[in-house]
């Protein structure tokens, strides 16, 4: 069975910093792009990220580029996204997904003073 | 960046009968070297992260009701319920996932009438 678990999620000032991590099992990770999408409270789905299978390649939306980070370590099954100079309206769940198969179930990220 | 338009933003309907959620791409989202249009439909309850019903357009997800259907024209995609149920009550968004960033429609949200 597919498993993808965020963790990292929480409170954080504006300003401020948070890494999120997504584990992963059941598939051959290391074969597969990896993406983050996020859905601030009552609103849509917005793509954030993504990074090829090896790692080698990434891209953002432009909301988040030059702020948030995508790496993994396909030693580890594990997704990450950095995130800095976070801004209230970063508040949101944060999905780690295989597009367009398999997503977990979000973490929430909280920016306010 | 490739633009999805959705439509309607909301929609009542009585069940068992009919309701059809349309998704408009601004460019093709074709992949040629395999012919399938990169297009999914997702279904999210409260609470819940989305639920993948269809990729490539039409090709529906192993137990997902043959009452709802995915189709295209072109640059026209089309999901249709062809007899509402009371657990099909949802938010529904296309994303296309042929273009990085990948994007989503703004989302339909289905209700009972």
């Known amino acids: 069975e597919v498993q993808l678990v965020e963790s990292g999620g929480g409170l954080v000032q504006p300003g401020g910093s948070l890494r999120l991590s997504c584990s992963a099992s059941g598939f051959s990770f290391s074969s597969y792009d990896m993406h983050w999408v996020r859905q601030a409270p009552g609103k849509g789905l917005e793509y954030v990220a993504a990074?090829?299978?090896?790692?080698?390649?990434?891209q953002y939306a432009g909301s988040v580029k030059g702020r948030f980070t995508i790496s993994r370590d396909n030693s580890k099954n594990t997704l990450y996204l950095q995130m800095s100079s976070l801004r209230t309206e970063d508040t949101a769940v944060y999905y780690c997904?295989?597009?367009?198969?398999?997503w977990g179930q979000g973490t929430l990220v909280t920016v306010s003073s | 960046d490739i633009v999805m338009t959705q439509s309607p933003d909301s929609l009542a309907v009585s069940l068992g009968e009919r309701a059809t959620i349309s998704c408009k791409s601004s460019?093709?989202?074709?992949?040629?070297?395999?012919?399938?249009?990169?297009l999914a439909w997702y279904q999210q309850k409260p609470g819940q992260p989305p639920k993948l019903l269809f990729y490539?357009?039409?090709t529906r997800v192993s137990g997902v009701p043959d009452r709802f259907s995915g189709s295209e024209s072109g640059t026209d995609f089309t999901l249709t319920i062809s007899s509402l149920q009371a657990d099909d009550v949802a938010t529904y968004y296309c994303?296309?996932?042929?273009?990085?960033?990948?994007?989503f429609g703004q989302g339909t949200k289905l209700e009972i009438k």
């Open positions: 490539w357009a039409s």
């Open positions: 994303l296309q996932y042929y273009s990085a960033p990948y994007t």
């Open positions: 460019q093709s989202v074709l992949y040629r070297s395999n012919n399938q249009k990169y």
């Open positions: 997904l295989e597009l367009p198969r398999f």
């Open positions: 990074i090829t299978s090896n790692g080698d390649t990434t």
